[in-house]
């Protein structure tokens, strides 16, 4: 048996966990900083990562408490991710495995996002193709095999879950945006305005969410009244179907076997149940607690490099914008 200390800080959720085999998870926490960036309405940079540096030393101790064992391999996430909040945790892992004699191996965060699908639920199946969608990417990715991967389709401006952000800042809904406009969308009709769906006649897979949003704009102000349960219902209908015409042509052009869901914007219960409903092969997603930013993804994919022969890099550095 293998046990991998995972480290998570790319973003603004500090987490780690202890993850065996790659997929039983013995121990996970995470921290979530919602609450200190809400007043802003997105991430503060400089905040974020000045409460990693408060909360890392007492998580991890809380997870090693939970997870007497030994533990075999510390990973933690190398980037795409924040500068700041990426160094104190790929910092804390470096030492934590120095100190014990320990391989590090630096984890990119969507391969982790690629990884949790598989938690819980047993070793990682490849071929597929994987629709990873958060507040910083919106991609469709090949994986032919373990760790190899190929980029085909992603977003020209805004991400997916940086979409319902946005809009739900200009809704007036609470801060992270995509829980928000979903519970408020609940009570709403989703073909009440009849939003753009970008890109979806374009041959290509690549996506576009920023005219929706300024689609949005120009509703509220046409219609400043207007009612804000059809808004969010009607936006979401929007944002999920591009999701739904791009991943379908996708399947067409690289046929797999499965599909990967994965991703913050993954908690969204419209796009499970559609891809769910409209798909006719496995979907495979986290469940909701494991969407969003988590230690047992980057785990996971900790234990893939390190059965796949990576010896570790003591000398790996954060890398904000670090390519799959
Ligand atoms: O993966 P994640 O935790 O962090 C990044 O790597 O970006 O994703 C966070 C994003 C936010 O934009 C948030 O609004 C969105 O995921 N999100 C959702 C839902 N829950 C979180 N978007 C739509 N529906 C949800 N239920
Ligand atoms: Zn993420």
Do not use: W
């Not at 700041?84 to 590090?104: I, T």
């Not at 190899?148 to 200009?170: M, N, P």
């Not at 969010?232 to 399947?251: H, N, P």
Request: charge should be negative; glycine fraction near 10%.
């Amino acid at each position: 048996m293998t046990a991998v200390l995972g480290i998570e800080t790319s973003c603004d959720e500090t987490g780690v966990a202890v993850v065996e085999d790659g997929f039983r998870i013995a121990a996970n926490h995470v921290v979530s900083q919602m609450d200190v960036h809400a007043e802003f309405g997105g991430v503060v940079p400089e905040i974020a990562s000045r409460c990693h540096i408060e909360i890392i030393a007492q998580l991890v101790g809380k997870v090693l408490h939970e997870y007497p064992a030994e533990i075999d391999v510390v990973a933690a996430t190398q980037g795409p991710g924040l500068m700041g909040s990426l160094f104190v945790g790929l910092s804390f892992a470096k030492a934590l495995a120095y100190a014990r004699g320990l391989p590090f191996i630096p984890v990119n965060h969507i391969e982790g996002h690629i990884y949790s699908a598989f938690l819980g639920v047993g070793p990682p199946q490849f071929p597929a193709l994987a629709l990873i969608v958060s507040g910083g990417h919106t991609s469709l990715i090949r994986c032919p095999g373990a760790h190899v991967y190929q980029v085909v389709g992603s977003t020209r401006d805004d991400a997916v879950g940086e979409s319902f952000d946005k809009v739900a800042r200009l809704l007036g809904l609470s801060y992270p945006g995509g829980p928000s406009i979903e519970r408020e969308a609940l009570g709403g009709n989703p073909e009440a305005i009849a939003f753009p769906r970008a890109m979806a006649k374009s041959k290509d897979l690549a996506f576009s969410y920023s005219g929706l949003k300024t689609a949005v704009l120009y509703e509220v102000q046409r219609n400043p009244e207007g009612d804000k349960a059809d808004l969010s219902a009607s936006f979401q209908a929007a944002a999920v179907d591009v999701l739904l015409i791009k991943t379908k042509r996708a399947l067409l052009e690289f046929p797999a076997p499965r599909l990967i869901l994965a991703g913050g914007v993954a908690a969204n219960k419209l796009l499970r149940e559609r891809l769910h409903n409209e798909l006719d092969l496995p979907v495979l997603m986290p469940p909701l607690d494991l969407c969003v930013d988590n230690g047992a993804m980057i785990a996971a994919a900790g234990y893939g490099r390190f059965k796949a022969g990576h010896v570790g890099d003591m000398r790996a550095t954060p890398d904000p914008s670090l390519a799959l």
